[in-house]
């Protein structure tokens, strides 16, 4: 039989990769099988017996479930889903409550998984980041191409709100690119190299590559993540480490940066220009087509359908026709549907006041426990997906949701074998 398949590490290292590699070139398909397929070794094992092969329970899962529930921070990831099915008590629309449940089900299921594989450690923690770097590279690189050869009419589209075209929804794609920038400084800092020294400048120009082409691709959403993160990894230079000056040369960069980015970046600063055109045509009640404007309307409709049920919402389940009646309502003929762009808002509509405090709970708990706060990397993760909650309803769809989990649980699984306050 080959080792391959008789290693449980070897096929969730296998399976990650898959994952990973699947995630970001949107196979959607083959990313559903991976995350099902990790579940199913958690759960089961082959005995080979001779010529007899037969699939089993695994011998070890009643210790996988005590270390499961030791480790607090894996319970605490299930909230999201949980939170989706209280609601169904009084959600009307069973079928988006099912839809909504089946998009939440990784943060049940996947969590177990990932406290009962082997431990990550740090090389394979590093590997995965490495084949992060570089499959985002190849396909900036593809984007950049692109861009160039249709320079001017993705320029015309910058002018009116537009975007540069990417694999997947841009602002997804931003977010990755900002987790793989700082996987990329991680990498750097930790001299990592896969088979030669030398390799360590292939990740430090890899790694420029995509801070320059991130703010090439001009998305508001990825950039101010990613500077927010530099941001945290400053003080948490100052806090934890007592770096004060590089804590505050960082803080300084994050200020600089942006400024000369404008000055430099035509597509950075037609992006820049034309957010606060939108806003201006907002503001004077005309906004209806421009991007910006049906964001921020939006959000203000889903704030409007929190306000009417503020302690438990309206209903995970019966948001999105709750959104489409007020949409109806009041911007017929204006403003186009569309959910709320904002994770925090989504939840409150849905799930009220007690389901946001709860999301937020689940969302900081594996931060702060047993000191992971400490992890510079970890911590970065937390400031990039917390401020895309605020443009974005990033866990309501297969691609954020797989995104996000990919990250937080990998990193879980290796601090939850770590000393207490490791970094």
Not at 361 to 389: K, Q, V
């Amino acid at each position: 039989m080959p080792i391959l398949l008789q290693s449980y590490k070897a096929q969730t290292v296998i399976l990650l990769f898959i994952w990973l590699v699947s995630m970001l070139l949107s196979a959607e398909f083959v990313l559903s099988v991976a995350m099902i397929a990790l579940v199913l070794l958690s759960l089961f094992e082959l005995k080979i017996d001779g010529p007899q092969v037969r699939l089993l329970p695994r011998s070890n899962l009643q210790d996988n479930l005590r270390r499961f529930f030791s480790y607090k921070a894996w319970p605490a990831v299930a909230i999201p889903f949980l939170l989706v099915l209280a609601s169904a008590l009084w959600s009307e629309d069973g079928t988006y409550t099912l839809q909504r449940l089946r998009i939440k089900l990784p943060f049940l299921v996947l969590p177990f998984a990932f406290a009962s594989m082997p431990a990550l450690g740090r090389r394979e923690l590093l590997t995965i980041f490495y084949f992060l770097l570089v499959l985002m590279s190849a396909i900036s690189l593809y984007v950049l191409v692109d861009f160039l050869m249709h320079y001017d009419a993705v320029m015309a589209s910058l002018g009116k709100g537009g975007h540069l075209p990417t694999p997947s929804n841009h602002i997804r794609f931003s977010i990755t690119l900002a987790l793989a920038i700082l996987a990329g400084g991680l990498l750097w800092q930790e001299h990592f190299y896969f088979i030669k020294p030398q390799e360590r400048w292939l990740t430090g120009g890899l790694t420029l590559f995509l801070f320059l082409f991130i703010h090439l691709l001009s998305v508001r959403s990825g950039i101010v993540s990613l500077y927010l993160a530099l941001l945290v990894l400053g003080l948490h230079q100052v806090f934890f480490k007592k770096r004060i000056r590089l804590g505050l040369a960082m803080a300084a960069l994050v200020l600089v940066l942006p400024l000369a980015a404008y000055q430099t970046l035509p597509s950075f600063r037609l992006k820049v220009d034309y957010a606060r055109w939108d806003y201006l045509q907002f503001a004077q009640g005309k906004g209806a087509g421009y991007p910006d404007s049906e964001r921020i309307t939006s959000m203000l409709t889903g704030l409007e359908i929190g306000q009417s049920s503020p302690w438990f919402g309206i209903g995970a389940g019966d948001l999105r026709s709750e959104v489409k009646k007020r949409y109806e309502t009041q911007y017929a003929g204006q403003y186009e549907f569309k959910m709320p762009h904002n994770q925090f808002i989504t939840i409150f509509a849905g799930t009220g006041l007690i389901g946001l405090l709860l999301f937020l709970f689940g969302f900081f708990f594996p931060l702060f426990y047993r000191n992971n706060i400490r992890n510079p990397l970890f911590l970065a993760f937390h400031a990039i997906f917390f401020m895309s909650f605020f443009v974005e309803n990033t866990i309501e769809n297969n691609f954020g949701v797989s995104l996000y989990l990919f990250f937080l649980l990998a990193g879980l699984n290796h601090l939850s074998t770590e000393p207490s306050g490791a970094s």
